[in-house]
């Protein structure tokens, strides 16, 4: 089926749904996470469940701000990364040009002010193209502790730490927050999990497991294997993705914005290597060699 949602996360849809379906958050599968703060649809696929009965819950779902679609019977699950890619149509709102203090400009010319720069913007993306950074989506905007930390925790194998990690809460006395904050002051998963908004599938997971299995390290090591395995990996890929981050920034800065001498390179169909007389018939990599850099062949968008 297609999900359409709206301010939701995918993990709180999908806790949402099982819950309703009587069926568990790890019979879902899908091919990546949508952002919450936006109008996303994206495919998955649910075990155990007939197409009457998601049928029969459409209503239910479109209170909580889902809409199901494309109904079907498949014959396998979805995997992450099984996509051919993702769509973004954007609106920006309150557009202004910089340094636009000028009460007096007429609502036109600011408007064929701002048409200008944003044709400029778009042409300049497509000459120079952008860095693919991983943005906030990833990492968690506005929170106390982002999920590249918890992921490094778990990469080490420090189940405790990475436990606390995830238990920090928000400035201010939200539910979710509050009992996050009960639970790190009294390592009390039983009460904390009263006090745990029934939205947050994660935290609920998790804490139901600190309670049966204690707050220890074989204990935490049960809270994260409580979690499906899309839901755990999402903190160590948080992590790689910072490296990533880090790593073009420091390329960046060191090393400019064209191809250098070792440079791997993803050759386009068609182009010839610089030492190379016969005829490339199809994409492969390439190691840039000094030639090569000084003669400017392959783009930064190849690297």
């Known amino acids: 089926f297609t999900l ?10 999908i806790s949402y749904m099982a819950a ?7 019979d879902f599968t899908y091919a990546g996470i949508k952002d919450k703060r936006a109008i996303t649809y994206q495919s998955m696929v649910v075990k155990k469940v ?6 029969e819950k459409t209503a239910e779902f479109e209170k909580r701000g889902m809409r199901l679609s494309q109904i079907r019977s498949v014959s396998e699950p979805l995997r992450l990364g099984r996509l051919q ?23 036109a010319s600011t408007q064929s002010r701002l048409a200008a720069l944003v044709k400029e913007a778009v042409e300049n993306v497509e000459a120079r193209g952008f860095v693919n950074y991983y943005g906030p989506q990833r990492f ?14 778990l990469l080490k194998e420090d189940m405790v730490a990475a436990v606390r990690l995830f238990f920090t ?3 201010g006395d939200d539910p979710q927050s509050h009992a996050k904050r009960h639970f790190l002051q009294t390592d009390n998963a039983k009460e904390s999990l009263a006090l745990m908004p029934l939205s947050k599938a994660r935290e609920r997971l998790m804490l139901r497991a600190l309670n049966r299995f204690g707050t220890g390290p074989d204990g935490c090591t049960q809270a994260w294997l409580s979690l499906p395995h899309s839901m755990r990996v999402f903190y160590p890929h948080a992590y790689c993705s910072r490296v990533w981050n880090e790593a073009v920034a420091h390329r960046l800065a ?3 914005h064209s191809a250098r001498r070792g440079d791997l390179v993803w050759m386009k169909e068609g182009q010839k290597k610089v030492e190379d007389t016969g005829e490339t018939s199809s994409p492969q990599i390439h190691v840039v060699t000094d ?7 392959y783009a930064l968008g190849q690297v």
């Open 85 to 107: 890619g993702n769509h973004f149509d954007l609106v920006v709102r309150n557009l202004r040009p910089h340094g636009a203090s000028d009460t007096h400009s007429s609502g």
């Open 254 to 256: 060191t090393l400019g």
């Open 169 to 171: 809460p928000e400035e």
């Open 140 to 153: 968690g905007s506005g929170q106390s502790v982002q999920s590249d930390p918890v992921g490094l925790a």
């Open 50 to 55: 007939s197409p009457q009965r998601l049928k």
């Open 291 to 297: 030639q090569e850099e000084q003669e400017g062949v």
């Open 4 to 13: 359409c949602k709206e301010n939701l996360e995918t993990l709180e849809a």
């Open 20 to 26: 309703a379906l009587g069926v568990l958050p790890s």
